[in-house]
């Protein structure tokens, strides 16, 4: 293991930034997200959780898949180029990493999203445990342990240093880019605050969460709750928490004529929270807000562990938690749900 | 890969055919006047032309046509209204194939196949019954029970009267909704129409048309003894990409765009009611 003084995390990730493009939660107009990281950047390594999450480096809010060029009654595509320089992408949190997993099990699945693939192979992931976990985490309840997350590099940090663990090859040479700026050591400090997260997680108000409600009933026993109805009553359908949200993977296909010659064709976020999501010429299958709101937790909690050999499409990041203006969660659907184990 | 599944080939308009009011068929081909790909009967393609967007539409064409593709066509919204003011020689683009085909290779052959259509609804059933055609000693006795608003909203009706209608144990019943001047077939509703004709209830169903009609013409199916592992038909929903991910068209766990668009009817019953 190596660790890098604190002082020295500017030398660190300028050093790195030198080579490769580095991307990493910074901080911006007072909040903290994922940006590319530039000399004189304000590291936000404190923040334990970025408005957004790091999705979007593989997938995102908005990119182009292709142009047309149009000549008369003629048509050529254009296709983006594939190669993706490889970059960094620091200070990733054990559920976000996770939910990496949820979104390649859609993106790289047949046929493979070459898109996503092409920026997923050409990150090298460096992420840093959490130490002060708070009251909208849950992640312990999908089986992601916070103090001890995985990617081509682990880092913990404490007040004095940065402790560093490479674990696979890309990792290493990572390492080996950034070794003179380190000293050997760290395993005790590690070992010391991985124990004392734990113990913070294990006293979080959501960390016993029980979804086994949603494994050991149908999908139309879950969907024809009666409940669906007033939990989702509040909800202003402003797709916050489809935005926020780590593994949600819904995205819009649309174009515009650029040029008089041109028509770029793109993808961008969508949510299935918006009631024109599912609109067709013909009709719609979702009209209410509480179809909508179902059918995101339904993906959650049902459909996606459905076809994904029973993993769930939740993280427990708890950005949902706090950022939903109506306090309206996937926990709160979980305990309305989940029956008398709650009370 | 996806960059083959997103981006679309090019395919040019050789011939455009008025059906009915609303509806045209466009005949394509690839620029190098070669059929774009190989299909089986019910799968879908992804039609554009560039500037309003895509739409998913079922490939009329029967895969045994080695020359073309045929794409029947209602306009009913922003990009069908465009695809409809386009004229032979446009280029357009064209993803696919999509979906799960009706299995006529394998449940329905050697059996007796009733088809049940409703308006447009025809169009993704013509690619099966004339797959069915072509290989004709593979099946059975074959029905077409094939409805619309009026005589003129018909789709392929040229086709039906000169082909179908000659075609050996291939009995076809043609009904409008309301009585028409110049019409003297059979008027009434799909549903009831089905009832009156006196169908075996073993034959293979296959139904496509407006949920209405597919909701009353399966309750008469039951009622006449039909199984529903026997009766298939098709769902429809709104996509994006065709290929599983953008996350819009799906009933419970299935994706109408991979899963579907051909279901059985047991199969849908699984289903939450959301489709």
Request: hydrophobic fraction near 35%; proline fraction near 5%.
């Amino acid at each position: 293991m190596l660790k890098f003084k604190i002082d020295k995390l500017n030398e660190l990730f300028d050093t790195i930034s030198a080579e490769t493009p580095l991307a990493m939660p910074l901080e911006k107009a007072g909040e903290a997200d994922y940006g590319r990281y530039e000399k004189g950047a304000k590291p936000a390594l404190g923040v334990l959780k970025t408005v957004k999450s790091p999705k979007d480096l593989f997938f995102p809010q908005s990119e182009t898949l292709m142009k047309f060029k149009t000549e008369g009654k003629n048509l050529a595509v254009e296709a983006p180029d594939e190669n993706v320089t490889p970059f960094v992408l620091f200070g990733v949190k054990a559920c976000d990493y996770k939910a990496f997993e949820v979104l390649d099990r859609v993106f790289l699945a047949d046929p493979v999203d070459t898109y996503y693939q092409s920026k997923r192979n050409a990150a090298t992931i460096v992420t840093l445990a959490c130490s002060k976990p708070e009251e909208s985490c849950f992640c312990k309840v999908f089986g992601i342990d916070a103090a001890a997350p995985l990617g081509d590099v682990t880092t913990w940090m404490d007040e004095t240093y940065l402790y560093w663990q490479a674990n696979t090859n890309k990792g290493e040479s990572l390492t080996e880019k950034v070794r003179a700026l380190a000293e050997e050591g760290g395993e005790d400090a590690v070992a010391k605050q991985q124990k004392a997260t734990r113990e913070i997680i294990d006293k979080l108000p959501f960390s016993h969460l029980d979804l086994s409600y949603f494994k050991e009933n149908g999908t139309k026993e879950i969907f024809d709750r009666p409940e669906w109805k007033e939990l989702s009553e509040a909800c202003l359908a402003c797709g916050t928490c489809t935005f926020v949200c780590p593994t949600c993977q819904c995205f819009d296909i649309r174009e515009f004529r650029s040029a008089k010659n041109e028509v770029i064709r793109y993808r961008c976020w969508d949510s299935c929270m918006y009631s024109d999501f599912t609109q067709m010429a013909g009709g719609n299958n979702r009209t209410t807000q509480m179809q909508r709101y179902r059918q995101r937790f339904m993906h959650k909690l049902v459909y996606y562990p459905e076809n994904n050999g029973g993993l769930f499409s939740c993280v427990g990041c708890g950005r949902c938690v706090n950022k939903c203006p109506q306090k309206l969660n996937i926990v709160k659907v979980a305990k309305a749900l989940g029956g008398k184990k709650h009370d | 890969m996806i960059k083959e599944a997103l981006i679309p080939k090019i395919g040019v308009v050789t011939d455009i055919r008025r059906d009915t009011p609303d509806v045209k068929t466009f005949r394509v081909v690839g620029t190098d006047g070669k059929k774009l790909f190989e299909h089986l009967p019910g799968q879908c393609a992804m039609v554009s032309v560039p500037g309003v967007g895509e739409s998913m539409f079922s490939i009329t064409s029967s895969p045994t046509n080695e020359e073309y593709m045929e794409f029947s066509i209602k306009k009913c919204g922003c990009v069908t209204e465009v695809i409809h003011s386009i004229d032979v020689g446009q280029q357009i683009t064209v993803r696919g194939p999509y979906g799960r085909n009706f299995p006529v290779e394998e449940d329905f052959k050697g059996k007796d196949l009733l088809f049940i259509a409703g308006g447009i609804g025809l169009a993704p059933l013509r690619s099966v019954i004339n797959y069915v055609r072509h290989y004709r000693n593979n099946y059975g006795k074959v029905v077409v029970v094939y409805g619309a608003r009026s005589a003129d909203d018909l789709v392929d009706i040229e086709e039906i009267r000169n082909e179908w209608m000659n075609e050996k144990n291939f009995e076809v019943y043609l009904t409008i909704d309301r009585p028409q001047e110049g019409w003297n077939g059979h008027v009434g509703f799909v549903p009831a129409y089905v009832k009156e004709i006196g169908l075996d209830p073993h034959m293979t169903a296959i139904l496509c048309g407006p949920p209405i009609m597919i909701k009353f013409t399966l309750q008469g199916l039951l009622e006449l003894g039909f199984t529903k592992t026997n009766v298939y038909t098709t769902l429809e929903l709104r996509m994006k990409c065709g290929v599983g991910k953008c996350g819009r068209c799906n009933v419970g766990s299935k994706y109408v765009c991979k899963d579907g668009p051909v279901f059985r009817m047991d199969e849908i019953d699984e289903l939450p009611d959301e489709y």
